[in-house]
T-cell receptor, first 113, second 114 residues
Framework: AQSVTQLGSHVSVSEGALVLLRCNYS??????LFWYVQYPNQGLQLLLK??????LVKGINGFEAEFKKSETSFHLTKPSAHMRDAAEYFC???????????FGQGTTLQVKP | ETGVTQTPRHLVMGMTNKKSLKCEQH?????MYWYKQSAKKPLELMFV???????ENNSVPSRFSPECPNSSHLFLHLHTLQPEDSALYLC?????????????FGQGTRLTVV
């Protein structure tokens, strides 16, 4: 069965600093992995997805993530944080090629001026 | 704006009430989903509809009753809820049920059961 673990429920960075949000997955089949962002009082918006093409995936708003099979990881990064990046971020894995997503618990990103 | 609209945005209901949540998409998608987002817990998939047919009921209590009259609309009928059912209910849609298609989420309905 597939599962996702996000390490750190809260991450705080200064504006301009590197953002690193961690995600590890468990999957018995080649996974499809996603990062979603949820701004306050909003639904989820897709940041990027890995679908077995390039291991380094670029998304919207300057975010990218690297799929590392040996580490079963799909960490999300951004070189320089902006205040508007403050939100909750969810890593998700597809549950067996069905379009049904299994989500991690989420990481709240705080950006300090 | 994702193209998926949920109404109402906020709902307070008593445990004996009956209410319905509505989700609408005009993206031409064929799959629609209900998720529950509770505090401190991962999003939980509740129901999946594909071409108006329910394909998944993720062990959801019968006090939650989904309805999909057409591919553009999805309802969640609520009755005799419990306080622990208070959560953000998110609707999503995708072109089809494969991992290669993006799921678009609505803004959610914040439900409070009193």
């Amino acid at each position: 069965a597939q599962s996702v673990t996000q390490l750190g429920s809260h991450v705080s960075v200064s504006e301009g600093a590197l953002v690193l949000l961690r995600c590890n997955y468990s999957s018995s089949v080649p996974p499809y992995l996603f990062w979603y962002v949820q701004y306050p009082n909003q639904g989820l918006q897709l940041l990027l997805k890995y679908t077995s093409a390039a291991t380094l995936v670029k998304g919207i708003n300057g975010f990218e993530a690297e799929f590392k099979k040996s580490e079963t990881s799909f960490h999300l990064t951004k070189p320089s944080a902006h205040m508007r990046d403050a939100a909750e971020y969810f890593c998700a894995v597809d549950s067996g090629n069905t379009g049904k997503l299994i989500f991690g618990q989420g990481t709240t990103l705080q950006v300090k001026p | 704006e994702t193209g998926v609209t949920q109404t109402p945005r906020h709902l307070v209901m008593g445990m004996t009430n009956k209410k319905s949540l509505k989700c609408e998409q005009h993206l031409g998608h064929n799959a629609m989903y209900w998720y529950k987002q509770s505090a401190k817990k991962p999003l939980e998939l509740m129901f999946v509809y594909n071409f108006k047919e329910q394909t998944e009921n993720n062990s959801v209590p019968s006090r939650f009753s989904p309805e999909c009259p057409n591919s553009s609309h999805l309802f969640l009928h609520l009755h005799t809820l419990q306080p622990e059912d208070s959560a953000l209910y998110l609707c999503a849609s995708s072109q089809e049920m494969t991992m290669n298609t993006e799921a678009f989420f609505g803004q959610g309905t914040r439900l409070t059961v009193v």
